[in-house]
């Protein structure tokens, strides 16, 4: 699409209240974006030139580490283009792309074969949670992809709107003007991004299952900002609609403006009015710097939230189990031994103080059965549910 596409969706990037959120949030999810950007693009690259095969899959290999999404998207990448509608842009015989990413893939094994014995002994633990999916919460995640959550928090439907719009705008020009060779990748990161954004809302709504993850879609957000600037350049040097004519060609331009503002309000409501009250990182954390005192322990199940955490609260942040491997997400693991086990050892960290934190949530303690150990044997002065997950305070009865 050029360099000033390239220099308008990185524009962008840098002012999305979204990617900023993450990145603060969530450091992880902004390495993927990254490393699925930088394998997008050697990868597609690599189809128009015939040339850096072997990068395409070291890359790619290093971003399906990243996040267990990213394979999702490199492989449906892989799929779509395979079809006769793409093969224009290729220099590569049609097949060739699918058995790279297929290697890709297979560096992944090490990985992939711990987790899929995982998912075999037990429940998947997102599919395991109820969600009654709503229209409005997937024009509420679009909202906050162009507008930020602050936004979308404080019930500001009119910044929403607009940077929904202003999207629409920019994304549907591009599609206009991608149709030719040359430019068809640009459809084929809008087709992909829709499957990866739309297929887990419409499984989520037929199996009642908390499978639509908003935030997955950050992994294409820079791909998807890059096709919002080719549509501005592209809008802006052809005729967007032919009957118009030369007239509505700073429309793109406009659309660009406008949701450049959108994201740049939505970043100041971001910080002027932080949105952590629902989704509890910054707050929860504020709590637990303010309010544990010194020699109360900090537990937080599942470990995985250690990280995030830590880097918010300054002080001794207790994983259950303790023994949890951070190389693996949701290793296979005894239910009965894990509860045990971690009520042994709370019980060990406790003893001599009259209170003690816990963040929780559910994914690995199957049926609540630590939270009654707890509840059984500890008074529960507080419990603030944050979508980040619940924050209880236990005192000795």
């Known amino acids: ?55 395409y899959v070291l890359v790619a290999a290093l971003a399906v580490y990243s996040h267990y999404v990213v394979p999702v998207i490199l492989s449906t990448v892989a799929a779509v283009a395979l079809l006769r509608h793409f093969r224009a842009d290729s220099v590569l015989p049609r097949w060739y792309f699918l058995p790279a990413t297929g290697a890709a893939l297979a560096l ?3 990985w992939l074969v711990p987790l899929m014995q995982s998912w075999v002994n037990t429940e998947v633990p997102r599919a395991s949670l109820p969600q009654d999916l709503t229209a409005g919460q997937v024009i509420g995640a679009l909202g906050q992809y162009a507008a930020g959550t602050a936004a979308l928090l404080s019930g500001d439907r009119l910044l929403l709107a607009t940077g929904i719009g202003a999207t629409a705008v920019l994304l549907a020009v591009a599609w206009r003007h991608s149709g030719v060779p040359g430019r068809l990748q640009a459809r084929l990161l809008m087709i992909v991004s829709a499957v990866v954004f739309l297929a887990p809302a419409l499984a989520a709504l037929l199996t009642g299952r908390w499978l639509f993850v908003p935030h997955f879609m950050l992994f294409l957000l820079p791909a998807l900002a890059a096709v919002a600037g080719a549509g501005v350049m592209w809008g802006s040097r052809e005729a967007t609609f032919p009957a118009a004519g030369r007239a509505i060609r700073w429309v793109p331009a406009a659309a660009f403006g406008i949701l450049a503002a959108v994201h740049i309000f939505g970043l100041w409501k971001f910080y002027a009015q932080p949105p952590h009250g629902a989704d509890g990182l910054r707050e929860l954390a504020a709590v637990l710097r303010t309010e544990a005192q010194p020699g109360e322990p900090v537990f937080v199940t599942p470990p995985l939230l250690l990280p995030s955490l830590d880097h918010y609260v300054g002080r001794e942040i207790i994983g259950l189990p303790e023994d949890f491997d951070l ?25 001599g103080t009259g209170r003690f934190w ?5 994914e690995l303690d199957e049926g609540g059965g630590l939270l009654l150990d707890l509840t059984g044997r500890f008074r529960v002065t507080r419990s603030v549910t944050y979508e980040f997950g619940t924050l209880y305070t236990f005192e000795a009865r």
Do not use: C, I, K, N
């Open 1 to 55: 699409a050029g360099r000033g596409a390239g220099l308008v969706g990185a524009a962008l990037v840098t002012v999305s209240p979204y990617a900023v959120e993450f990145s603060q949030e969530a450091a992880l999810y902004a390495l993927a974006a990254l490393l699925t950007t930088f394998a997008l693009t050697l990868g597609l690259r690599w189809q128009r030139t015939g040339r850096g095969g072997v990068a």
């Open 108 to 110: 992944w094994l090490p």
């Open 327 to 351: 190389h693996h997400v949701y290793p296979p693991y005894d239910g009965q031994h894990w509860r045990l086990r971690s009520l042994q050892r709370v019980m060990e960290r406790v003893e």
């Open 358 to 362: 816990l963040v929780y949530r559910p």
